[in-house]
């Protein structure tokens, strides 16, 4: 919380941020609801409240939960010779309607833009595409989220979810907020770029102004001397995907060191889960390391499970899943939110006994919330 606006704490502990400004008044306190406050405040508060302000990260109680059976997300990869090359794992951004979704239909060789506007739409999350590189089998991995929440999800739990970005960006329309927006993101975030100007089928189209209009927000593409990728295609027409797909392998090569130890136990996140009626929790999970096999027991958030079964983007079955392979997993106890960690654990029980402490937590910081709400709204009375 440190550093945190009234506002946020408020939106923390789910009360309304006037009503903390004026608790704040009558303890003879001037605070404005968009200030940052110290420690003290929120301590003062706290004991007004008789909510018990602890200045600890859910992240690092987390690791001493997982510590404490001797796990650890993100541990060593282990040796130098088991590391393996993986796949990278991509998301695509841009501003809306400048084709995303229709993008990344096309690139998994199906469309459901048409089914977007009446429909249902089922979607896995996260595909795996296969391309031909310099006569190579290569593969990328997508993910395939609405409004790429699991994105935002992930990015503010701290987990690095996608090695590469592609930034959609329609030729017939340039550079928009979104634009602008989706770039800081990655460019915060470290992810290499490549830009897709999509659209490009119309008559009306110029790729040129948008190489010049991102050029001056230090985006530069390779032929004017800089290190971005830039791809014309048509998500529509289906016009140079090929092309874009090998952009994505070539920028991958040139400027990260993508590998993984297959061989270990299976870490990675959660893209993004539902209930299914049928099937009852499903889990769209991203592997990042280790290999992900059915059978196997884990615990992804508050849920715990043994892998039942897992899907492909196809909905054939896998048996197992290495590092930068999405999969749908079935076996789940509950629903796991999106952009949470999933990790195999020794058995069952390990993986009972972790969830079930989160879930707890979980519980009594929700208890917490209650309680605030229940008294500040006594104060607000009185
Ligand atoms: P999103 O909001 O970025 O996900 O955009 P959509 O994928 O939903 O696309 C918005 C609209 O642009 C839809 O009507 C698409 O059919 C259309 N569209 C997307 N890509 C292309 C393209 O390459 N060419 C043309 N002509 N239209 C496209
Ligand atoms: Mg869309």
Redesign the pocket.
């Given at each position: 919380a440190r550093g945190a606006s009234l506002t946020d704490f408020a939106e923390k502990i789910g009360v309304d941020a006037a009503s903390l400004v004026q608790m704040l008044f009558h303890l003879g306190e001037m605070v404005t609801a968009t200030q940052s406050v110290g420690d003290e405040t929120l301590e003062l508060l706290g004991e007004e409240l008789n909510y018990k302000v602890e200045v600890v990260s859910p992240e690092d109680e987390d690791r001493e939960l997982l510590e404490s059976f001797d796990l650890e997300f993100g541990a060593d990869e282990g040796d130098e010779a088991d590391l393996v090359v993986r796949p990278p794992v991509v998301t695509v951004m841009?501003?809306?309607?400048?084709?995303?979704?229709?993008?990344?239909?096309?690139l998994r060789g199906a469309d459901v833009?048409a089914g977007?506007a009446g429909g249902i739409t089922q979607h896995i999350g996260a595909y795996q595409v296969h391309t031909e590189v310099d006569g190579e089998d290569r593969r990328i991995s997508f993910i395939d989220t609405p409004g790429h929440e699991a994105f935002t999800a992930m990015r503010a739990r701290g987990s690095q979810s996608s090695d590469i970005a592609i930034l959609?960006v329609?030729a017939?329309d340039g550079v928009m907020p979104q634009t602008v927006e989706a770039l800081n993101h990655a460019k915060a975030a470290e992810v290499p770029i490549v830009v897709a100007v999509?659209?490009?089928?119309?008559p009306e189209a110029d790729p040129t102004k948008v190489r010049g209009q991102l050029t001056e927000y230090g985006l530069v593409p390779e032929e004017y001397g800089g290190d971005a990728m830039f791809v014309d295609?048509?998500?529509?027409?289906g016009?140079n995907l090929d092309k874009l797909l090998e952009a994505v392998v070539l920028t991958a090569d040139a400027s990260l060191d993508l590998r993984a130890n297959p061989h270990q136990d299976a870490q990675g996140l959660v893209v993004e889960a539902h209930l299914d009626r049928g099937r009852g929790p499903v889990a769209t999970i991203l592997v990042q390391r280790g290999t992900l096999r059915v059978g196997d027991s884990i615990v992804a958030g508050p849920a715990h499970g043994r892998v039942r079964a897992m899907l492909d983007e196809h909905g054939n079955e896998m048996a197992e899943a290495d590092p930068g392979r999405p999969a749908m997993v079935l076996g789940l106890s509950s629903v796991p939110g999106a952009g949470q960690n999933f990790i195999v654990v020794e058995d069952d029980r390990v993986a009972r006994q972790i969830a079930e402490k989160r879930e707890a937590r979980e519980r009594a910081a929700l208890q917490a919330k209650r309680r605030v709400r229940r008294t500040l709204e006594d104060f607000m009375a009185s």
């Open positions: 841009g501003h809306v309607d400048h084709g995303k979704t229709k993008l990344l239909d096309a833009v977007e959609v329609a017939d999509n659209k490009v089928d119309k295609v048509s998500a529509k027409a016009i």
